[in-house]
T-cell receptor, first 113, second 109 residues
């Protein structure tokens, strides 16, 4: 693989179900991020990780959790999905925090019914 | 609160020049990014400004005035493939990116 990948590409989920969105990068970037993108709104940061073993809360963390067991993987879990979590989810990574550009995965389109 | 403002939509003609403005009010400033996002795709990096002035990169240029909380992205010699959304984002005092809602640019032949 080259760059950053996400799985699944899209998913329809019943409310109340648990779901994990996967994100893997092979660029050896320290920092990784999860965003959601909704029509008419800017990208909103859900959670981030500045380095393996550490995570932090972004602007809209409620209902989501993350882990960073190693440099490459940064899964996002919805413990009990609700319709308001219907969105497009992007994972991103950067060489470190700060002024380095973020590279984005192709996104996961999630619909919660 | 933190706020990034950019026009929702703009229309321009192939071969022309267009300027997309972005104004911001954030808690701290550690640089401003512009990204391009084609429909259904991921954002891709265009430019990063941390000092005042104009940065030129081929057909695209980005300008920053920190005192005015203002930036613009200038696209020259527009091509049909430039039809996309352009996202302005500011790196705040916590080194987190605050994103504008994006400007959808429509290019007409």
């Amino acid at each position: 693989i080259a760059g950053i990948t996400q799985a699944p590409t899209s998913q329809i989920l019943a409310a109340g179900r648990r779901m994990t969105l996967r994100c893997t990068q092979d660029m050896r970037h320290n920092a990784m991020y999860w965003y959601r993108q909704d029509l008419g709104l800017g990208l909103r940061l859900i959670h981030y990780s500045n380095t393996a073993g550490t995570t932090g809360k972004g602007e809209v963390p409620d209902g989501y959790s993350v882990s960073r067991a190693n440099t490459d993987d940064f899964p996002l879990t919805l413990a009990s999905a609700v319709p308001s979590q219907t969105s497009v989810y992007f994972c991103a990574s950067s060489d470190s925090g700060g002024g380095n550009e973020q590279f984005f995965g192709p996104g996961t389109r999630l619909t919660v019914l | 609160g933190q706020n990034i403002d950019q026009p929702t939509e703009m229309t321009a003609t192939e071969g022309a020049i267009v300027q997309i403005n972005c104004t911001y009010q954030t808690s701290g400033f550690n640089g401003l990014f512009w990204y391009q996002q084609h429909a259904g795709e991921a954002p891709t990096f265009l430019s990063y400004n941390v000092l005042d002035g104009l940065e030129e990169k081929g057909r695209f240029s980005s300008f920053l005035s920190r005192s005015k909380g203002y930036s613009y992205l200038l696209l020259k010699e527009l091509q049909m493939k430039d039809s996309a959304s352009y996202l302005c984002a500011v790196l705040d005092s916590n080194y987190q990116l605050i994103w504008g809602a994006g400007t959808k640019l429509i290019i007409k032949p």
